[in-house]
């Protein structure tokens, strides 16, 4: 893969992002759970979320998916709707009166930092969640991701000076690529390559192309 190419879409995304960018940089940090409200302010990123899952279905091969920070259940519906077997993983109760039956009893409240190994799954993603974790936990978190994960991670987090509720971890990508190469998974350069420019178009989640990253674990 053309790095150079990557990396001018990277800033052409940044940019394109920044000028958008409203007064949600102002907003003070939160413990990482959200409320009801927050919840269903989340539902307009429902179509991008869709967008996004058709894209990695096409490019990962998977048939069992574990998600981790969950929310709102769009990965987890739009997966299942795609006969993959899913589990979610989500910190705030709040969200289950929002969830389908079908979802809600597939997600398990509990803090992705402390969860531990709980299956064996080909995909494990983990979307916009790492910067709500305080730093010092940051490598537990990879941890979980990568103690579940067979062969595949999708991961995305906000990037430092990106705007958004309750953010206090914001770290480069070269710091997380570093977590997931420490416990055995490595960057999937085309993989990410390919999905980016599949969903660079995307509006109102304009970060998921920002921030998108596709581990595979060495060797397998």
């Keep these: 893969m053309a790095r150079g190419t990557f990396g001018v879409e990277s800033i052409k995304l940044v940019v394109g992002w920044l000028r958008g960018k409203t007064d949600a ?6 413990s990482g759970h959200f409320d009801e409200m927050t919840f269903r302010n989340r539902e307009r990123f429902r179509e991008n979320y869709q967008e996004l899952c ?17 929310a709102n259940g769009f990965v987890l519906e739009a997966m299942h709707a795609k006969a993959k077997e899913v589990k979610g993983v989500e910190l705030s109760a709040e969200v289950l009166p929002l969830l389908p039956p079908a979802i809600a009893e597939k997600v398990q409240i509990a803090s992705a930092t402390s969860l531990g190994k709980i299956g064996d799954f080909d995909l494990v993603t983990c979307i916009e969640v790492a910067e709500h974790v305080p730093y010092e936990q940051s490598p537990a978190l990879v941890e979980t991701i990568t103690a579940n994960s067979k062969e595949w991670v999708y991961f995305t987090a906000a990037s430092p000076y990106q705007p958004g509720h309750g953010h206090i971890n914001c770290q480069q990508q070269f710091y997380w690529i570093n977590l997931f190469r420490k416990r055995g998974f490595d960057l999937d350069w085309d993989r990410t390559e390919t999905l980016v420019g599949r969903i660079r178009e995307l509006t109102p989640a304009k970060w998921l192309p920002m921030n998108s990253l596709v581990f ?5």
């Design 25 to 30: 940089s102002t907003e003070k940090p939160s």
């Design 54 to 70: 058709d894209a990695l279905a096409d490019i990962i091969p998977f048939s069992k998916l574990l998600d981790l920070g969950c």
């Design 216 to 220: 595979r674990r060495h060797g397998a």
